[in-house]
T-cell receptor
Framework: AQTVTQSQPEMSVQEAETVTLSCTYD???????LFWYKQPPSRQMILVIR??????QNATENRFSVNFQKAAKSFSLKISDSQLGDTAMYFC?????????FGAGTILRVKS | DSGVTQTPKHLITATGQRVTLRCSPR?????VYWYQQSLDQGLQFLIQ???????AKGNILERFSAQQFPDLHSELNLSSLELGDSALYFC????????????FGSGTQLSVL
């Protein structure tokens, strides 16, 4: 079974600085997708960024980028120029042949 | 706004009762997914439907059931409720039944007292 591990329960960062959230996963599949979802206090689940495993190039969405290391099964999220609105729970997720599996989440607090 | 509508937003009920949660997917999406988010279990996949048929099953209890209707809306029925069923229940939808692009509703917060 696939597992997703987020080893940082909580993190904080100063506004305008850069922060990296870690995620590792375990799978025997070769073709899959990886995601980062954001859950702000409103509890809405918002897709931040998506990576296809067969693509070597790391995905980027504005201030959000990933460092995808397929051999190491690592998928970290970098947030540049952190903003107060980035304060949220961030979930790493894996999707292979069947269901979407989520990690336990990392609470990120952006401080002014 | 994701386009996925869940009702009600909040539900308070007592142990032993039965409730129904409703989800309308985004226009054009054929697949609906149900997830449960609780403090101790995190986000758990419950069940997926595609065009009215069950496609995948996760950690769904026998006391829970779901269906997707011809108009593609879905209902999640929870019966013989226990305190531990208190959670945020999410519905998500996708166009083609694959997980690459899910759109989540805002959830139904269930409190069992």
């Amino acid at each position: 079974a696939q597992t997703v591990t987020q080893s940082q329960p909580e993190m904080s960062v100063q506004e305008a600085e850069t922060v990296t959230l870690s995620c590792t996963y375990d799978t025997s599949e070769n073709n899959y997708y990886l995601f980062w979802y954001k859950q702000p206090p409103s509890r809405q689940m918002i897709l931040v960024i998506r990576q296809e495993a067969y693509k070597q190039q790391n995905a980027t969405e504005n201030r959000f980028s990933v460092n995808f290391q397929k051999a190491a099964k690592s998928f970290s999220l970098k947030i540049s120029d952190s903003q107060l609105g980035d304060t949220a729970m961030y979930f790493c997720a894996f999707s292979g042949l069947d269901k979407l599996v989520f990690g336990a989440g990392t609470i990120l607090r952006v401080k002014s | 706004d994701s386009g996925v509508t869940q009702t009600p937003k909040h539900l308070i009920t007592a142990t032993g009762q039965r409730v129904t949660l409703r989800c309308s997917p985004r226009s054009g999406d054929l697949s609906v997914y149900w997830y449960q988010q609780s403090l101790d279990q995190g986000l758990q996949f419950l069940i997926q439907y595609y065009n009215g048929e069950e496609r995948a099953k996760g950690n769904i209890l026998e006391r829970f059931s779901a269906q997707q209707f011809p108009d593609l809306h879905s209902e999640l029925n929870l019966s013989s409720l226990e305190l531990g069923d208190s959670a945020l229940y999410f519905c998500a939808s996708s166009v083609d039944g694959h997980n690459e692009k899910l759109f989540f509703g805002s959830g139904t917060q269930l409190s069992v007292l």
